[in-house]
């Protein structure tokens, strides 16, 4: 079994920043990619951003330049440092991972429960 823990999030009033973290523990062999997707109230989970192992990063349109992804192989953990913050940015965010729990196994894709991040105008 493997968890994925976010925390970070909360309430931040527009143009200031949040730093999301994630950690995964449990059966871990290796990780291929991490990253972070979001949810808005009667929309769509969406890609906010994500990381691969060589350090690939892949963001959507709405987030680049404002939100970083990065990672922390050694410690199987990976970050969302989000800066000006709008108002569309409220929203549930859920970190999600690919791993690998053996030499052997397939990759499953793993999520967190989810942290709230509500920007005010």
């Known amino acids: 079994q493997v968890q994925l823990v976010e925390s970070g999030g909360g309430l931040v009033q527009a143009g200031g920043s949040l730093r999301l973290t994630c950690a995964a523990s449990?059966?871990?062999?290796?990780?291929?990619?991490m990253g972070w997707y979001r949810q808005a109230p009667g929309k769509q989970r969406e890609l906010v951003g994500t990381?691969?192992?060589?350090?690939?990063?892949n963001y959507a349109d709405s987030v680049t330049g404002r939100f970083t992804v990065s990672r922390d192989e050694a410690k199987n953990t990976v970050y969302l440092q989000m800066n000006y913050l709008k108002p569309e940015d409220t929203a549930v965010y859920y970190c999600?991972?690919?791993?690998?729990?053996?030499?052997?196994?397939?990759?499953?894709?793993?999520w967190g429960p989810g942290t709230q991040v509500s920007v005010s105008s």
């Open positions: 449990g059966s871990i062999y290796r990780i291929d990619f």
């Open positions: 990381i691969s192992a060589g350090g690939s990063t």
């Open positions: 999600a991972a690919g791993i690998f729990n053996s030499r052997f196994s397939l990759r499953y894709d793993y």
